[in-house]
């Protein structure tokens, strides 16, 4: 099964800076990797993903990066915002593919200090 | 679409009492999950079922039951409460490869 190793586990930027959050996974027939965001007290809400036929995707300030050889996957955000303010959340399919259950890494709190 | 609701938001339990914490999602979803979140940590799996009479356990079942009788109901249900399943409960349901789409959460207090 699958197994997802998220770092750092806390990450404190100015804003305005870029903010770096990578995972590593396991099984090499995984193919879709969502990243979650949560604010305090709220429910993890997904905010990019990416599927393992492309290397990246972007979403306007966020963009996630795949490295299938490596097994390894990042977050990427710039320009970040005292809003960017939350633990982040990647996964990856528990067994593999894009099926079936996420398996999610410990999390990542970010503090972006104005 | 209302996507995934859970209720009760909150509940406090006495050790021993039993509750059933609902979910209902309305997007015709295959995969339903049960997580639960403790302060600070991570989402670990409890249950999950890929389809209305299926279940199977995640990582952390002890404690808990479920059944999903239907497509769009995935109650967890918790028969001798104990403080250490004191945590918040998220409810979720996805799609073949799609995202998953998380209940509101329910926090409950085992005192």
């Known amino acids: 099964g699958e197994n997802v190793e998220q770092h750092p586990s806390t990450l404190s930027v100015q804003e305005g800076d870029s903010a770096v959050i990578k995972c590593t996974y396991s099984d090499s027939a995984s193919n879709y990797f969502p990243w979650y965001k949560q604010e305090l007290g709220k429910r993890p809400q997904l905010i990019i993903d990416?599927?393992?036929?492309?290397g990246e995707k972007k979403d306007q300030r966020i963009a996630v990066t795949l490295n299938k050889t490596a097994k390894h996957f990042s977050l990427h955000i710039t320009e970040t915002q005292p809003e960017d303010s939350a633990v982040y959340f990647c996964a990856a399919p528990r067994e593999g593919g894009s099926q079936g259950n996420l398996i999610f890494g410990k999390g990542t709190k970010l503090s972006v200090k104005p | 679409n209302a996507g995934v609701t859970q209720t009760p938001k909150f509940r406090i339990l006495k050790i021993g009492q039993s509750m059933t914490l609902q979910c209902t999602q309305d997007?015709?979803?295959?995969?339903m999950y049960w997580y639960r979140q403790d302060p600070g940590m991570g989402l670990k799996l409890i249950y999950y079922s890929v389809g209305a009479g299926i279940t199977d356990k995640g990582e952390v079942p002890n404690g808990y039951n479920v059944s999903r009788s239907t497509t769009e109901d995935f109650p967890l249900r918790l028969e001798l409460a104990a403080p250490s399943q004191t945590s918040v409960y998220f409810c979720?349901?996805?799609?073949?490869?799609?995202?998953?789409?998380f209940g509101q959460g329910t926090r409950l207090t085992v005192v």
């Open positions: 990416i599927r393992s036929n492309v």
């Open positions: 997007m015709n979803h295959n995969y």
């Open positions: 979720a349901s996805r799609n073949w490869g799609t995202e998953a789409f």
